[in-house]
């Protein structure tokens, strides 16, 4: 028996353990590349000018001093201009989101200027490529900056625009100087596209923003200023940065320590250098006569204070004046203005007396009187020929004179009062309607209170001869007056009214003795002056009591004034209650009046106040000559019209034909749909009045026509015919009523009725 075990048989299995490894493998290398393209960067092809400072594989894409891609490959630009240089780089998927069409992307190198050293790090790392992220569309193809972009106005702080004229030796990065401490740089600049300015934009650190107001002043201040003289030579230089590199300076001036903080939107203008920017303002002026005139010397003088200077002098091409650069102190900006006046200041000798003495030490000058401020402002000036009059707001009284002649008065001629000067004349002008002279004189402060509606003026001028059979008499106001001319004036009336305008008007008198003619002077308003004139009598009871001596339009230009003077019964028409009017020529169909004014003119009537009353000399001429309706006796009835027709105050009221009153006034109703004719009855007719009167219109003329009876015209008179009328009737006795009441009202009736003629009452007339 064999003993031996038998083998167990199992079946063979496909799996070996080799292929472990190979697996393995397999899924380390796909880890590895899907490792390998979740992290591979992103390409993209930035081309520049040249390939200067650029090197594959080496130079950086540097953004906030982190690398964010590296250039891989450089060729040239093959798909355009092929002076250009195509570079790949290789950047972080990171910044894909970023990639876009404003994207902005320069070589940085190390450069060295004038205006600083730049990129001074790339000495140790090399060049590198600096990027700005922009907005856009997604994008892989870029174009390179020459330059690095200036900086964004997001960035904290202050962004200005300055305009200059010149750019000077300004650069990007040029240093912005307050006090001498650099507080900002030049962040741009650019040509306008007019090309007549240059734009310069700066920026201002935040911690310096606060000092930039809204009228501060720029000024280039590059190199070095040197002004020499015979007093010295002076140099003048902002910091050893600004002669290099060029700089702006900025201030505040001292008088604008108020200013309020600056809108960045609004540019300023940069200065030429400090001095333009102190004195502020340029200003161009024309001149006529320049006689010692000098650039940098002649100075501009207001009331004895140096304003500015003149900088610039042009002769004109055709040699009949020059054009001057004047630099002006800046508080004088807002009286640069409309209306400012600009003249040359030199010696001058003349009877009327010396002026411009002052210019015999300190050189001849240009003067200036600002204008009114508020006006609209102005840059370009004509310089007066001579000296202006004095404002009308400077201190003193200001009075116009008025004249049939010159005579010898002269700008600065004297004004006297007893002998003692208190004023002068300080110009002379044809007037409007060039009939007279009119003197613009100033009487200082001190003595405006000599001056009052009752102030007489005469040219005191020359000399005044006076001969007859006793003698010769010589008189002259002053040695001065004889020689340069001159104005006095006396004031009878001390306590008079001063007068309410603010230019007080007066005649200029040839002579003392026509100066003091007695009487008091007058105004007297008038709607026209048709027909009126100097020399225009004022007549009382047709008699001259006084005439117009000067005629003008008022202010508004809306009347006319009348000044005249009352020399008869001056008591009882300067007062209230006195009335004026103009005569004229009256001619109608049924009347003419005042016809002698046809002949000798129109003329002013004067009805003096009838009781005692204040002192008046202003007065309103009346439209027409006042009736004296109101003081007239009879029996006062009012007629109700449809129509007022042909009636009119002073109609007759006719009774048989017979004129018994006549209309006085007329009117609307209180419900406006009748008239209201008032009419006046004489008192001996009074009775004809009764309850049963009818009134008719009894203007014109009737006609009754019948084919059997024929053509019958009827008419009250030929004055009615002519101007209208009225006339009534009563009846009989028995229906006539009794006596009519003052202010009883009757119907106006249009037609006559027949039986209306046929009453014939009988009524006893008053006594």
């Known amino acids: 028996m064999n003993d031996v075990p038998l083998a ?143 900086m964004a106005d997001s960035v904290p702080g202050l962004h200005l625009t300055l305009k200059a004229d010149r750019l000077g030796s300004l650069n990007r990065d040029s240093p912005v100087f307050y006090k001498q401490i650099q507080v900002g740089r030049v962040k741009s600049y650019a040509l306008l596209e007019e090309q007549n300015q240059v734009e310069v934009n700066v920026y201002i650190q935040p911690q310096f923003a606060s000092l930039v107001r809204k009228h501060t002043r720029f000024w280039n201040a590059s190199g070095v200023s040197i002004d020499a003289g015979l007093s010295g030579v002076k140099v003048r230089t902002e910091s050893l940065a600004s002669i290099v590199a060029g700089g702006i300076a900025f201030a505040t001036p001292e008088h604008r320590k108020d200013s309020p903080p600056t809108d960045p939107s609004l540019p300023f203008r940069l200065y030429e250098d400090f001095d333009a920017a102190q004195a502020g303002i340029r200003v161009n002026l024309s001149l006529q006569e320049f006689d010692g005139l000098e650039p940098g010397r002649t100075p501009v003088i207001y009331k004895g204070i140096q304003v500015g200077h003149m900088k610039t002098f042009k002769v004109d091409d055709d040699l009949s004046g020059a054009r001057v650069e004047l630099m002006l102190d800046p508080r004088t900006e807002d009286y640069l203005v409309e209306g400012t006046d600009f003249w040359v200041v030199k010696p001058s000798i003349s009877l009327a007396g010396i002026t411009g003495l002052e210019a015999l030490v300190k050189g001849n000058y240009i003067a200036i009187r600002p204008g009114e401020k508020g006006a609209a402002p102005q840059r370009d000036f004509v310089a007066r020929a001579k000296a202006p009059p004095l404002d009308m707001s400077a201190p003193g009284l200001h009075v116009v004179l008025f004249s049939d002649s010159r005579g010898s008065l002269e700008v600065g001629s004297p004004v006297l009062f007893k002998q003692v000067k208190v004023g002068t004349v300080q110009s002379y002008q044809l007037s409007r309607d060039n009939e007279q002279v009119a003197f613009g004189v100033h009487i200082e402060p001190e003595f405006s209170h000599l001056v009052n509606t009752s102030t007489r003026f005469w040219n005191a001028s020359g000399v005044t001869l006076k001969g007859g059979l006793s003698g010769i008499e010589v008189k002259s106001e002053s040695l001065q007056t004889l020689m340069a001319g001159g104005i006095a004036f006396e004031t009878p009336d001390a306590k008079a009214p001063k007068g309410d305008q603010r230019v ?245 009736n249009d037609e006559l009725k027949e039986e209306w003629l046929r009453w014939a009452p009988k009524i006893a007339l008053k006594k």
């Open 8 to 150: 167990k048989t199992r079946p063979a299995s496909n799996w070996s353990a080799i292929w472990v490894l190979p697996l393995i493998a397999l899924l380390i290398g796909g880890w590895l590349g899907w490792r390998a393209y979740n992290e591979a960067g992103i390409e993209i092809q930035v081309t520049f000018e040249t390939g200067e400072g650029l090197q594959a594989g080496k130079t950086e894409v540097i953004y906030k001093g982190m690398p964010i891609g590296k250039l891989t490959a450089l060729e040239l630009d093959s798909t355009g201009d092929q002076s250009r240089v195509r570079a790949t780089v290789e950047m972080d998927k990171r910044v894909e989101g970023h990639l876009l069409s404003n994207t902005r992307f320069w070589l940085v190198k190390p450069s060295v200027s004038l205006a600083g050293i730049t990129g001074l790090e790339t000495l140790v790392s090399g060049n590198y490529i600096a990027v700005s992220p922009g907005d856009g569309e997604s994008t892989r193809k870029f174009t390179a900056l020459n330059q690095p972009p200036p």
């Open 504 to 748: 007080l008007r007066f005649n200029l008198h040839s002579s003392q003795d026509s100066a003091l003619e007695k009487g008091v002077a007058l105004t007297i308003r008038v709607p026209r002056g048709d027909g009126l004139n100097p020399g225009t009598s004022i007549r009382y009871k047709g008699l001259e009591v006084g005439k117009v001596e000067r005629v003008e339009l008022t202010p508004d230009l809306q009347a006319v004034m009348l000044y005249a003077r009352v020399t008869q019964a001056t008591q009882q028409i300067a007062r209230a209650g006195t009335q004026f009017w103009v005569v004229k020529p009256e001619v109608s169909l049924t009347r003419a009046a005042n016809l002698e004014t046809l002949v000798s003119g129109q003329y002013l009537e004067v009805l003096p106040a009838t009781k005692a009353g204040n002192r008046q000399v202003n007065f309103v001429a009346l439209a027409a000559a006042p009736t004296d309706n109101a003081r007239e006796e009879g029996l006062r009835l009012v007629l109700s019209a449809a129509r007022r027709g042909s009636i009119k105050p002073g109609v007759v009221v006719s009774y048989r034909e017979v004129p018994v009153g006549k209309v006085t006034d007329f009117e609307l109703g209180p419900t406006s749909d009748r008239v209201l004719i008032h009419i006046l009855i004489e008192p001996r007719y009074a009775p004809l009045v009764r309850t049963g009167s009818r009134f008719w219109n009894a203007s014109g003329i009737g006609v009754d026509a019948g084919l059997f009876s024929g053509v019958k015209v009827r008419t009250e008179s030929l004055e009615a015919l002519l101007e209208g009328g009225i006339a009534f009737a009563s009846p009989d006795n028995a229906q006539m009523g009794g006596p009519a009441q003052a202010g009883q009202t009757f119907v106006l």
